[in-house]
């Protein structure tokens, strides 16, 4: 029903900044929970923001607050995960997801829409 696709991701020096992006297909991008997830080899799947359809609440993992901000675009069926102050441990494959209910969720198997994702790495 929903089609997402990540943009963005690239090569950031510590401390740099990057924007990623999330473009929704369908009709119902309105109604959908958003959420970015990250994953580096051999590491386990986090959630690092999520926000309501609306936009009225966000979630950020604990390590991110303060660098990473999640919005929205409902006209434009897009999403955006902005991240500042990029540290070596944020590197990793970022991954858009979308689940229908309203409720913030951190639990992965909630998101029934996912993005290929889009690979971010923090280096010098």
């Known amino acids: 029903q929903v089609q997402l696709v990540e943009s963005g991701g690239g090569l950031v020096q510590p401390g740099g900044s990057l924007g990623l992006s999330c473009a929704a297909s369908?009709?119902?991008?309105?109604?959908?929970?958003m959420a970015w997830f990250r994953q580096a080899p051999g590491k386990e799947r986090d959630a690092v923001a999520a926000?309501?359809?609306?936009?009225?609440?966000?979630y950020y993992l604990d390590s991110v607050k303060g660098r990473f901000s999640i919005t929205r675009d409902n006209a434009k069926n897009t999403v955006y995960l902005q991240m500042n102050s990029l540290k070596a441990e944020d590197t990793a494959t970022y991954y858009c997801?979308?689940?229908?209910?309203?409720?913030?969720?951190?639990?992965?198997?909630?998101?029934?829409?996912w993005g290929q994702g889009t690979p971010v790495t923090v280096s010098s």
């Open positions: 369908g009709r119902s991008f309105s109604t959908y929970t």
């Open positions: 997801a979308a689940h229908s209910g309203v409720v913030l969720s951190r639990n992965q198997y909630k998101y029934a829409y």
């Open positions: 926000i309501t359809p609306s936009g009225g609440r966000t």
